[in-house]
């Protein structure tokens, strides 16, 4: 996953010809008042000014409420001596269809832009809305942009430094201030459109692996979407108590563990971190009783009313400090709260298991752990899970992908894997190390590792698709991972593997050499021309361990992929790509983003076949492993992005534009599956389907497989048509992106429709119609009236219509 992403602040493009609006200048020169909270950062709580938050996006610099201001006596101050990509941000309830002008004023002080654009004002998300960037040294200067917001209810204002890298140097901002200039109100029409659909033309069957599904440790994708435990830090990589701030907050507001989430029962200085016997990491909490009994707890846990509980806490200490009581408690009264009591430990470490059954519903229960009697105790490790977790994995997420259906998994990165040891990811799950997350925030815990996900896997009826280090790590550790997976119990790993607990190799047929080792972002970058010699040994070694691997090499449409080609072609059997995209104000615009970049890939790896010469009598496909959209707020965790039926209708038209070119891509993988710009969405004790999760699901059930020949088909009124699989049925997908109503007529050849079609329908008039927990989705499939293909189809505005009719 492309970490330059997170720095690029993105745009509402000014809405154009391409859609029909009536307009009414509301305002014309009169004044609006300022939406903006604070804007001259008069009014501040602390240190910082009241109502903005910070937000780093890379390098390290200073935040500050300065004591001088263009009005008034304050103004905010962003510095960096090293280089930093920085900013002052406030999230602002707009208009959605407001056209609108962001203006402030700048001061600067030997800013040297260095690999950034300098000081301006932006709003994160939206793709060239950004004002003059100033540097050098300037008085106070007034910068502004004008934008369209169709379709957005709030945006993300940046105060920024740096800008798609870091600059140094110092900046002052004032006077931010947000005008809404007119109010567009989309106007509706009826066209009349048709397109042919020849059935006697078809094209290569469509791969089951474009339904592909990515999952990275990574935020709330796998620890807090996808496995089932409870508790954060479990193992105690942070020492107890905390020593600052337990959570913070990104730069696109998701909640980010810090430090401890563990809090002491008892009086200060009760609990230390002793590194002698610790349990597992560096080191162990023990605990001395006081007069009063002493222990730790960790509290806001989801829990359901009479939801039963199963966890284990591993203890060891003085007798003397036995009882230990393990309680979950779910209110402030003495009964709301139950307790197992364990009589006695020993000096050694001992594992006791407990079971709950919660006696209310709350995301503030918490496990306490404390001993009652004299003498000092330490806790290893302990953990809970809702009873009904699966293998460890959280049941009602599980239920959710088997009806999303993937048919291949990719794991475990992403930037994640390329500062990845696989061999911390095995053995014992409770002595695996914690460890920081070498390329995002927060921590691996290590409690998913290989034999998890190939578990996980299986309970899923899907694939596994494995990247290996190449960033970090060396030649022979991928080699090994491959032995690991694949060797026979005589090899060195495949006895490792069988005591572990499995004595079969796991049958993992898909493997990536790496991920985006093109970029600066990622663990490990090098020049290029090293990079092909270490992909052709790493794809060497891991031959060697299984010679019917299919690799996957790395690939970034232009030069990086041109010499890859040229130089690995013999050492690969697919190359990847990724793109993801960002909002844009224009509907028709930000839902063509999605096919857009699929067929430009397409139509780059076509131009390779015919002009590098190592590809000659090969077949080397694409595997698009990472692709989606990504802008906005984190709501659901870091990069957990909130979806919308704009978003869904841009998936839509992208699988249309995989069938398209279906002799070109063998897989691609919607990016990521859990929380993570996620299609898939969780709180502590719910799992719902975001908008994207929506046509993925439809399609991946009711679309065909063999694509036919389509003409007619537009970005406003996209049609895709393909046979099942016995030819007995014509499936039909319609995806309309307008404002507008198309009576849609269709002529067919090569194929006579049979009878009436079955129909399913994702529609909402608002594009930023979406689904919430608990809540009526937003966004869902709604089955049709059977529909007579013949005649004239109304097709509403912002929908996504399949047909699935018998042919003769």
Not at 617 to 645: C, M, Q, S, V
Not at 769 to 783: H, R, S
Request: proline share 5%.
């Amino acid at each position: 996953m492309n970490r330059k992403v997170l720095g690029q602040m993105a745009i509402v493009v000014a809405l154009c010809a391409v859609m029909l609006f009536a307009s009414s200048n509301l305002l014309g020169e009169e004044k609006k008042g300022n939406p903006i909270v604070n804007p001259s950062f008069e009014q501040a709580e602390g240190d910082n000014p009241a109502k903005w938050f910070k937000s780093t996006w890379s390098g390290r610099g200073q935040f500050s409420l300065a004591d001088t201001g263009r009005t008034g006596s304050r103004s905010v101050l962003l510095s960096s001596e090293n280089g930093a990509d920085i900013s002052w941000s406030q999230i602002v309830p707009i208009e959605p269809f407001g056209r609108y002008r962001l203006s402030g004023w700048i001061k600067t002080e030997n800013l040297d832009k260095n690999t950034g654009a300098g000081a301006l004002l932006n709003i994160h998300g939206m793709q060239a809305v950004r004002t003059k960037a100033l540097t050098g040294t300037t008085d106070w200067t007034k910068v502004e942009a004008e934008f369209q917001a169709a379709g957005s209810t709030s945006i993300h204002i940046n105060c920024l430094f740096g800008g798609w890298g870091r600059a140094k140097g110092k900046a002052w901002y004032d006077d931010i201030k947000l005008e809404m200039l007119e109010k567009v109100i989309p106007v509706s029409k009826t066209i009349e459109t048709q397109v042919t659909i020849d059935a006697g033309q078809t094209f290569e069957p469509i791969s089951k692996y474009v339904y592909g599904q990515f999952i990275e440790h990574l935020g709330r994708c796998i620890y807090g979407g996808i496995w089932a435990e409870m508790l954060e830090d479990r193992k105690f990589y942070y020492s107890v108590p905390a020593k600052g701030d337990t959570w913070a907050m990104t730069g696109a507001r998701a909640r980010v563990l810090r430090d401890s989430p563990w809090k002491v029962i008892g009086p200060e200085g009760s609990v230390e971190m002793v590194e002698e016997n610790a349990y597992v990491g560096e080191h162990t909490p023990r605990i001395t009783i006081g007069d009063k009994p002493t222990g730790i707890y960790q509290a806001e846990l989801g829990v359901v009313k009479r939801k039963k509980y199963t966890g284990r806490v591993i203890l060891a200490g003085d007798a003397s400090a036995a009882p230990i009581k393990v309680s979950l408690v779910w209110g402030d009264k003495r009964k709301e709260r139950q307790t197992v009591t364990i009589k006695k430990i020993t000096d050694k470490y001992v594992t006791y298991p407990f079971t709950f059954r919660a006696g209310a519903s709350t995301d503030e229960a918490r496990l306490e752990i404390v001993g009652a009697g004299k003498g000092k105790f330490k806790i290893g490790t302990a953990s809970i899970m809702p009873a009904d977790n699966i293998k460890g994995f959280r049941k009602d997420t599980l239920e959710l992908l088997k009806e999303l259906d993937s048919p291949v998994y990719r794991w475990p990165g992403g930037n994640f894997v390329s500062g990845y040891d696989w061999k911390d990811g095995v053995g014992p799950r409770d002595k695996r190390p914690p460890r920081t997350n070498p390329a995002w925030t927060g921590m691996e815990y290590n409690d998913v590792g290989l034999h998890e996900f190939i578990e996980f896997c299986r309970l899923l009826d899907a694939e596994p698709y494995i990247a290996v280090n190449t960033g970090k790590g060396s030649v022979e550790d991928a080699g090994k991972e491959v032995e690991y997976s694949e060797g026979s119990v005589d090899t060195p790993m495949g006895k490792w593997r069988a005591d572990n607990g499995s004595k079969e190799p796991f049958g993992v047929k898909f493997w990536a050499v790496g991920n985006e080792m093109y970029g600066g972002w990622q663990l490990g970058h090098m020049p290029l021309a090293d990079y092909v010699k270490k992909h052709n040994k790493v794809a060497e070694a891991m031959w060697k361990a299984d010679p019917d691997a299919q690799l996957v090499a790395v690939g970034a449409v232009g030069k990086w992929t041109e010499e890859t080609l040229k130089n690995c072609a013999d050492h690969m059997t697919y190359i990847s790509e990724h793109f993801y995209c960002q909002n844009r104000g224009d509907i028709v615009a930000h839902v063509a983003q999605i096919p857009d970049n699929v067929k430009r890939i397409a139509d780059a790896h076509r131009r390779y076949r015919k002009t590098i010469d190592s590809l000659e009598g090969k077949d080397i496909r694409i595997a698009l492993d990472e692709w989606n959209y990504w802008y906005g707020p984190h709501p659901y965790g870091e990069l957990g992005t909130r979806y919308f039926h704009k978003d869904a209708l841009g998936v839509a038209r992208g699988l249309h534009e995989y069938f398209r070119n279906s002799d070109i891509y063998f897989m691609a993988n919607y990016a990521q599956t859990v929380n993570v710009i996620g299609c898939i969405k969780t709180t502590k004790t719910q799992a719902f389907f975001a908008a994207t999760g929506i046509p993925l699901m439809l399609y991946r059930e009711q679309f065909g497989t063999i694509p036919v020949k389509v003409d007619g088909s537009t970005e406003k009124l996209d049609v895709a048509a393909a046979f099942t699989e016995n030819k007995k049925a014509l499936t039909i997908a319609v995806v309309n992106a307008t404002w507008d109503t198309h009576n849609l007529t269709i002529d067919f050849t090569g194929a006579k429709p049979a009878g009436k079609a079955k129909t399913w329908i994702i529609a909402n008039e608002n594009p930023l119609a979406c689904n919430n927990p608990g809540e009526e989705p937003g966004v869902a499939i709604k089955q049709g009236k059977s529909a007579d293909i013949t005649g004239a189809l109304s097709i509403k505005p912002l929908s996504i219509v399949l047909y699935r009719v018998p042919v003769e």
